[in-house]
């Protein structure tokens, strides 16, 4: 990089001097941190011995292996009745969850009366008007216990709203439902949906069904890890700081984070949906990427689906003008493992074989900016964490609860109490600077991807770290957070295993309202490379 910026002379010995040890400093760092990380992981694999490793069972109906627009048309076309379905995953679910806990409330008597009375629809009408009405007709669904769902559990994973229960359907679910959708119940979060990891003091934590002794990740890690364990074929999840794409990397599922201000956020923690500016969007999880586009146009709306995204419109691959980026450039996360490298690469390599333009390797440079920008950001949202952890009944005080926690006796996780400490602690970044940084890169990667391009970008220096790990490792998270940033539609895509069975991954991330060159090239690299991989042997 080219630095002299303004002054023509050459530099002082000194200035030399002081550039030379900076950089010695800096990569002593780096090496520090990388062999850091590195014991972190032997501890790790001490703690969780490789006995303690659980892996969910096969499944013993093949149904369960189904795309949910696959189940819809099978229904559709009474090849299999909508009660089956149901009964199937009802049953995978209860098979699982003891092993996963991931289902934190369900609804499945309801879902089997539900599922009755569809049949009874199927018999009566035709098959194309259904399709057309009601794309989910029949197919299970699951979504998260911070998105509202009617008579259901809605604890936001905190005690003080241990038995709440919400009174009516996040616009979302509804949507959802009036698609044809059945609920089969909610799956747990972080409390208030503020952690990368899926644990709180009334469900518990959550397990990897790759690797009990993993994480999940967070916040939609329930909703990722019941939908790899096969006990839900969809789900809505929601992200503010990947949310989405951080749990369906870390359990190799497909999840899709639409384009900031799309869908709607009723009923997403206790939002009203007038809040205005937010960096949050629901969106759809699956294990098939064929599910995302279909449940995309359910969650904003036929009408968005069609004049803002142009959903129906073909991607010509060959045009595409493919670009990607292996690092963050932030110092303070884990460095590139290469088993995150390898998948990054294999996708490059395919573009560079199936698009006419070559594909170039970018280097964002505020990038490296992302966890001050986020925090910058995430203190606008109408989401006050110690205020939302009190059940808004006051706020919860750090300097209280950390002695209380220390003792055993907090209401609260660790995760929450790191939460508390960051507002408490972390400095208010100036908004003049925060706002022209955030702009800049948003014009600058806009222009890079223009009208018809995409970005590889790496979801995470590592795959799924064991539970607890993420609290020595709390900035890898901002390879996600950059997107919600920025406000771009990103498709994560699973790419198999790696050598210990456990899933990676890529992001795929377009430009404002590209949310199709995103699902195209997800769909390519499904076909390319196989995308989910179920953890049994199948
Ligand atoms: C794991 O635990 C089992 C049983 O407790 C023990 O036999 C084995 O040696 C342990 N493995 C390691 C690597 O510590
Ligand atoms: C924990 O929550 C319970 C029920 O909400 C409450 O009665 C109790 O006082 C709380 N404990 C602390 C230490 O705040």
Known sequence: MAETKGSKEPPSTKQVVCRALSRVLLQAFIWIHQGFDYIVDIFCNWWYNESKRQIVPPVKDPLLLESAVSLAEKIRKKEVRSEEVVKCFIARIREVNPIINAVTDECFDEAIEEAQAVDAIVASRSEEELKREKPFLGVPFTTKDSTACKGVLHTLGIQARKDVRADEDSEVVARLKAAGGILLGVTNIPEINMWCESRNMLHGQTNNPYDTRRTVGGSSGGEACVIAACGSPLGIGS??????????????????????????????????????????????????????????????GEDKAVKELQLDDEVPLANLQVVYSDALGDIRASAMRPDMMEPLMRAVNHFQEISKLPVRKIHIKNMKYTFRLWHYWILKEPCDFSYELSNRKGRVDFWRELPLKLFGMSNFTLAAIVRLAMEAILPVEAPAWAEEKTNSMVKEITEILGENGVLLFPSSPMPAMHHYASFVRPYNFAYFAIFNVLNLPVTQVPMGLNAEGIPVGIQVVGAPNKDRLCLAVAKELQKAFGGYVPPFPV
Not at 279 to 300: E, F, N
């Open 239 to 300: 992200d503010i700081g990947g949310s989405i794409r951080l749990p369906c990397f870390t359990c190799g599922i497909f999840g899709h984070k639409p384009t900031t201000g799309l869908t709607p956020t009723r009923g997403l923690t206790l939002r009203t949906g007038e809040e205005g500016r937010t960096m949050v969007s629901a969106g759809p999880m699956s294990r098939y990427v064929q599910d995302l586009a279909p449940l995309l146009r359910v969650l904003i």
